[in-house]
């Protein structure tokens, strides 16, 4: 008998991380599925771990290719796919035990053909979680056109995707999946997500936006090669013409307009943040940027945290007091900004400073910064400071 679900993990090279990632599936508390791992050509013992596994647990099946790439690989387990709705789990993550129980129970219940989920991006290096959900009110959406679209890849109010374009968060319907699959650009190797879940969303009439998360995907810092230039500049092109592709088949006119436009501003962040990565080049702080810290006037203050919007806070700061240090917990592999040397959390201890400044953009992370350095460093709360800043983006009329 056909399982109701099918879950889908690529896996390329995954030996020290495929164990976490297949006990946290094959310990869901929904059972019914059947887990496809895609081998996309691994040259460690990814396969050999994996086989191990299936001769365990008859709900496995390996399937292998040559290398060549995400897409492909995903595309291969969507056709290889039993069950009519199909999960994805990338082979470097980990899922909470209830995930499939709870995204199951929405999908049936509803009749749905997308159930979206929040996510946990956990960041191993600089030991932080934050939690990201789509900027959608939780409940079931059946007028698509009037209610995601306009929002759907830009939100201005946020500065942010709508629906975040991630596959792992979500479940599909099959068989809209194979359409998909059989039509995308699969030179795309960066965007992929973007490219796949848009697309399908051109295709379906109801989502349900789910504000709970259970997966957790693991961002290793500096994940892509900075050699990739060329290949990144072809890469951009054909994901804006895949995507330009299927809004342009909208018949209403205002939503074909407001897809276009914010596929416009989406590409326009692609450039930034690929500028960031290859050259160093900080987007971010070319906006306009609003703070408003009295204290620190002619006081000696700590920057801490070297990651996006850093190097505006550290200009607002520069002119207004004496900047002993710029701190970061993990420091190593991030440029000079603003040629100062960002140096490690542990230097706490040594400096004499009046006020620690938090640079970091999420409320939850800095409050999670702040109860570290009470514990570890001993600083006192009232010389901790932080406030959410008023951003205007460099395309923000784009």
């Not at 796949?196 to 051109?202: A, G, I, N, W």
Request: glycine fraction near 6%; include cysteine; aromatic fraction near 12%.
């Amino acid at each position: 008998m056909n399982k109701e679900l099918s879950i889908i993990v690529p896996m390329y090279n995954a030996e020290r991380t495929i164990e976490k990632c297949l006990q946290s599936i094959l310990g869901q508390t929904y059972s019914n599925f059947e887990l496809l791992l895609v081998n996309d050509g691994s040259e460690d013992k990814t396969l050999q771990i994996c086989e191990a596994y299936a001769k365990k647990d008859k709900r496995i099946r390996i399937l292998s290719q040559e290398n060549k790439g995400l897409i492909k690989a995903r595309k291969l387990g969507v056709n290889a796919a039993t069950s009519a709705v199909v999960g994805f789990v990338d082979s470097d993550d980990w899922i909470e035990e209830d995930m499939y129980a709870e995204l199951m129970k929405i999908y049936k219940e509803t009749g749905c053909k997308l159930v979206s989920s929040g996510i946990y991006r956990d960041y191993p290096k600089d030991d932080y979680t934050i939690e990201v959900c789509d900027h959608f009110e939780e409940g079931l959406y059946q007028n698509l056109s009037a209610e995601i679209y306009p929002t759907m890849l830009w939100d201005s109010k946020w500065s942010d995707f709508g629906l975040y374009c991630t596959l792992v968060n979500k479940l599909f319907q099959r068989e809209t999946l194979r359409e998909i699959y059989d039509e995308i650009d699969t030179r795309v190797f960066y965007g992929e997500d973007c490219l796949t879940l848009y697309s399908y969303m051109m295709r379906i009439q109801s989502i349900y936006i789910l504000k709970k998360s259970f997966y957790h995907y693991i961002i290793w810092q500096g994940s892509m090669c900075r050699s990739a230039d060329e290949k990144l500049l072809c890469n951009t092109y054909y994901l804006f013409q895949g995507l330009q592709k299927e809004f342009q088949k909208v018949n209403e006119q205002e939503t074909k307009y407001a897809l276009l436009k914010q596929l416009r501003r989406y590409i326009l962040e692609v450039e930034s943040h690929t500028l960031g990565m290859l050259y160093g080049i900080d987007m971010a702080a070319m906006g306009e940027w609003k703070y408003d810290f009295p204290e620190v006037l002619n006081k000696k203050v700590v920057l801490y945290g070297a990651g996006g919007g850093s190097k505006a806070l550290y200009r607002y700061l520069k002119d207004r007091c004496n900047i002993v240090a710029w701190l970061d917990k993990a420091p190593e592999g991030k440029d000079m900004r603003c040629l100062h040397e960002i140096l490690p959390a542990d230097k706490i201890p040594e400096l004499d400073f009046d006020y620690l400044v938090i640079s970091v953009l999420s409320k939850e992370l800095a409050q999670s910064i702040k109860k570290e350095l009470m514990e570890l460093y001993h600083v006192q709360a009232d010389k901790i400071l932080w406030q959410q800043a008023e951003h205007t983006s460099i395309f923000e009329n784009a």
